[in-house]
C-alpha cells in the first residue's frame, strides 16, 4: 500500500531515541497518570528501578511467547534487559542518568504468543512494533500505562475483538497502526478526536459508518480500506483540509455521491475510493487537489463527464476511473498518454474508447439520472451526500 513508504522513515529508531532525549513535556502527566490510572502497576513504580520492571515484563512476555521460530526473544535471559535483541534502551526523559526501555521491534519475528497484562510496566516504552507476527487475543487494558507511546504497530497479527478502546488513552499516541487484524463492531468515535498523524485500521472486520466526527481528526493518513463500513463519506470531510494528505477508502461499502467537498482536501495526495458503490459524477471540484499523485474511482457505478480539471492536475501521476459508467472525456481527458499520466479507463461507456461495455448496458444504467440531493446512504451516522449541482465558483 502506497501509505506506508511515507512512513518508514519516522520509525527509525534513532529519531525515537531523539525524541525521548529532547526534554519533554509529559512530565505532568507521568505525574496525573500516576493518580489515576491502575494503582497496582504504579504504586511501587517510583521506587523500583526501571529496568527490573522492564526485566519482570519481558520475561511474564517469554513465558506466553508459544513459538519463535526466528529466536528473536532467544537471548531474552537475564536481568540486563538493554542487551536483549530486539528491545532498545535510552536514557529517561525524566533523568537522563537512568537508562529505561525505550522501544520494541519485533516486526516480522513469525512469533507466536499472547500480549500480557505485565507489559503495562513498560511505561517508559516510546514505541512498540510487532508488525508481522501471530500474536492474537485481545491488548491489555493495562497498555493505558504506556503514557510515552508514540508508534503502535500491531499490524497483520491476529488480535481479535472491539476495537481496543485502551489505545484512545494513550496521551502520546501519534502513530497507530492495527490494520490487518480481526478487529471488529464499530469505529468508536472518540479515535478521532485523538491528536494522530497516521490512522490505519484496514483490513479489520470493522463496521458502522465513517464516525461524522472524523472531522475532527489531524491525521495526515487515514485507511479504512477492506472495512464493511457502508454509508457516505460525510461532506464535512473538508474540515480535514489542513492536515489530510492520503485517504484510502477501497473496499469499504461506501455508497451516495463523492461530496464536492472531497475537492476542498487541497494537501490530498492519494484519494481511492475504489471498489465501492458509489454513484453520481465526479466533482469538478477534484480539479483543486493540485498536489494529488493517485486518483482511484474503479469499480464503483459512477456516471457523467471526466472533467477537464482533473486530467490537468499538475501532479496527477495515475488516473484509474476503470468499471464504471462514465459516458464522455473532455478534451485533455481524451489522451492522457500525451501528458504523461498513467490511466486506466476500460469498462465504461466511452465512445469510441476500446475495451469499453456495451451500449445494451451503458443505456439501461445511463436511463436513471442519479439524485445526489436524493440518495439515501444507508447506516446513520453519515449525512446525505451534498448535492453537486453548482460546483463551487473558486474552481
Ligand atoms: C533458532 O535456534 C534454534 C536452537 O538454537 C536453532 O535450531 C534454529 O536453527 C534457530 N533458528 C533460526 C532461524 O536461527
Ligand atoms: C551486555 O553485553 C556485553 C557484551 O555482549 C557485556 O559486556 C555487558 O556487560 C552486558 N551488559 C550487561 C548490563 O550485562
Ligand atoms: C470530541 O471532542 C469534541 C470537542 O472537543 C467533543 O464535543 C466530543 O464530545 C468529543 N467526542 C468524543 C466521542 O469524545
Ligand atoms: C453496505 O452498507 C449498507 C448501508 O449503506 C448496508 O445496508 C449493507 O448491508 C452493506 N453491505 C454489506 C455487504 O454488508
Ligand atoms: C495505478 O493505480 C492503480 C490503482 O491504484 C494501480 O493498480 C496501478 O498499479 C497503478 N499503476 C502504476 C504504474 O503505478
Ligand atoms: C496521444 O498522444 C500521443 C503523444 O502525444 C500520440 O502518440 C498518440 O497517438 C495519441 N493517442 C491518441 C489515441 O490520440
Known amino acids: 500500500m502506497s501509505s506506508s513508504s511515507s512512513f518508514s522513515s519516522i520509525t527509525a529508531i534513532s529519531l525515537i531515541l531523539l525524541l525521548l532525549n529532547l526534554c519533554c513535556p509529559f512530565d505532568t502527566l507521568l505525574a496525573k497518570s500516576k493518580l489515576s490510572n491502575s494503582p497496582t502497576f504504579h504504586q511501587h513504580h517510583s521506587h523500583k528501578n526501571p529496568l527490573h520492571q522492564a526485566y519482570i515484563a519481558l520475561q511474564a512476555w517469554k513465558l506466553v511467547i508459544y513459538s519463535d521460530p526466528n529466536n528473536f526473544t532467544s537471548n531474552w535471559v537475564g536481568p540486563s534487559v538493554c ?224 472533467p477537464a480539471g482533473v486530467c490537468v492536475l499538475p501532479s496527477l501521476k495515475n488516473f484509474t476511473f476503470s468499471y464504471n459508467f462514465f459516458c464522455e472525456e473532455e478534451g485533455p481527458c481524451q489522451n492522457l498518454t500525451s501528458r504523461g499520466i498513467v490511466f486506466d479507463e476500460r469498462r465504461n461507456c466511452l465512445p469510441g474508447k476500446p475495451l469499453q461495455r456495451s451500449k445494451k448496458v451503458c443505456d439501461a444504467v445511463l436511463a436513471h439520472q442519479v439524485d445526489c440531493f436524493d440518495y439515501h446512504c444507508g447506516g446513520s451516522g453519515a449525512a446525505a451526500a451534498t448535492p453537486l449541482l453548482s460546483p463551487p465558483g473558486h474552481f
Open 83 to 306: 542487551n536483549y535483541t530486539n528491545v532498545y534502551c535510552a536514557s529517561s526523559p525524566h533523568d537522563p542518568l537512568i537508562q529505561v526501555v525505550a522501544g520494541i521491534d519485533l516486526n516480522h519475528g513469525d512469533i507466536a504468543g499472547i500480549l500480557p497484562d505485565e507489559l503495562g510496566l513498560l511505561s517508559d516504552l516510546a514505541f512498540l512494533h510487532l508488525n508481522s507476527n501471530r500474536f492474537c487475543g485481545i491488548l491489555p487494558s493495562t497498555l493505558a500505562n504506556l503514557i510515552l507511546l508514540y508508534e503502535l504497530d500491531l499490524s497483520n497479527n491476529r488480535f481479535v475483538g472491539r476495537f481496543p478502546l485502551v489505545v484512545l488513552s494513550l496521551p502520546s499516541l501519534m502513530y497507530l497502526d492495527l490494520r490487518y487484524n480481526e478487529f471488529e463492531g464499530p469505529i468508536p468515535s472518540e479515535l478521532f478526536n485523538k491528536t494522530l498523524d497516521a490512522i490505519f485500521v484496514n483490513n479489520n472486520r470493522l463496521t458502522s459508518v465513517i464516525p461524522s466526527n472524523i472531522v475532527g481528526s489531524t491525521a495526515s493518513v487515514i485507511v479504512f480500506a477492506n472495512n464493511n463500513l457502508g454509508g457516505c463519506l460525510p461532506p464535512n470531510i473538508d474540515k480535514l483540509a489542513n492536515s489530510l494528505e492520503e485517504l484510502l477508502l477501497i473496499n469499504t461499502n461506501l455508497s451516495g455521491c463523492l461530496p464536492p467537498e472531497v475537492g476542498y482536501l487541497y494537501k490530498l495526495r492519494v484519494l481511492d475510493v475504489s471498489s465501492n458503490k458509489l454513484v453520481g459524477p465526479i466533482p469538478y471540484s477534484i480539479a483543486g487537489l493540485a498536489h494529488v499523485e493517485q486518483l482511484n474511482f474503479a469499480h464503483n457505478m459512477m456516471t457523467g463527464t471526466v
